[in-house]
């Protein structure tokens, strides 16, 4: 089955420093990731959606040039939260679809572990 | 714009009793729905899609029907677990290329 690799799944850091989180696609090649970000009982927000070779879409309200969106190839996106402060403390997770006509579907979402960021 | 609810925040249910949760949208035409289980602390799990034209759909304990007139997806799970308990997550997507909607999630406790 599809598998989703999002790493770091806890990171710590101080405040003012960058973090890059990254997720990759294991056994499928996704032209589209999605990134979200979860508070404590809450649904997931969708920040961005991420195409290979292309720029990211952002969601109204949500800061392109603090939530650094990169997906160079078909298996690899990376989030990086620059200068992170306490208010970006967050439970992130990324999203995987297959092209269209591989796999299962291209309708299913496959998710990562999530990655629990706490800044200090 | 389109919104979606899911029924309540929490279900409390007793093991081995029937779990109903409902996901209710408005302005969205969706040509699939999808569920999806989130234990804390991981990302969501993709349980089953139903496609507008299906009207029920079954895996296991599991049963989702989709009514496009009401705009409503029912999610039963039968003879529920504690080990079910979780939050329940629905979706809705159009095409391909159109992002997936999510609702704001059940959070499903069944006591022993």
């Known amino acids: 089955g599809a598998v989703v690799s999002q790493h770091p799944s806890r990171v710590i850091c101080k405040s003012g420093t960058s973090v890059k989180i990254e997720c990759r696609s294991l056994?499928?090649?996704?032209?589209?990731m999605f990134w979200y970000r979860q508070f404590p009982k809450k649904s997931l927000m969708l920040m961005a959606t991420?195409?290979?070779?292309?720029?990211?879409?952002?969601e109204q309200g949500v800061e392109k040039d603090k939530f650094l969106i990169n997906h160079a190839s078909l298996t690899l996106s990376t989030l990086t939260v620059t200068s992170a402060h306490p208010e970006d403390s967050s439970f992130y997770i990324c999203?995987?679809?297959?092209?269209?006509?591989?796999?299962?579907?291209?309708?299913?979402?496959?998710f990562g572990a999530g990655s629990r960021l706490t800044v200090l | 714009s389109q919104k979606i609810e899911q029924n309540s925040e929490a279900l409390n249910i007793q093991e081995g009793k029937t779990a109903t949760l409902t996901c209710n949208y408005t302005?969205?035409?969706?040509?699939?729905l999808q569920w999806y289980r989130q234990d804390p602390g991981r990302g969501p799990v993709f349980l089953l899609l139903?496609?507008?034209?299906?009207k029920e759909k079954r895996k296991e304990r599991l049963k989702v029907t989709f009514d496009t007139t009401l705009k409503q997806s029912l999610f039963h799970i039968t003879a529920s677990q504690p080990a079910d308990s979780a939050t329940y997550l629905c979706?809705?997507?159009?095409?391909?290329?159109?992002?997936?909607?999510f609702g704001p999630g059940t959070r499903l406790s069944v006591l022993p």
């Open positions: 999203s995987a679809r297959p092209r269209q006509g591989e796999m299962r579907g291209a309708n299913v979402l496959t």
């Open positions: 056994d499928f090649q996704a032209t589209t």
């Open positions: 991420s195409n290979e070779g292309s720029k990211a879409t952002y």
């Open positions: 302005n969205y035409s969706p040509a699939y």
């Open positions: 139903i496609r507008e034209n299906e």
């Open positions: 979706a809705l997507g159009g095409s391909y290329g159109q992002n997936f909607v």
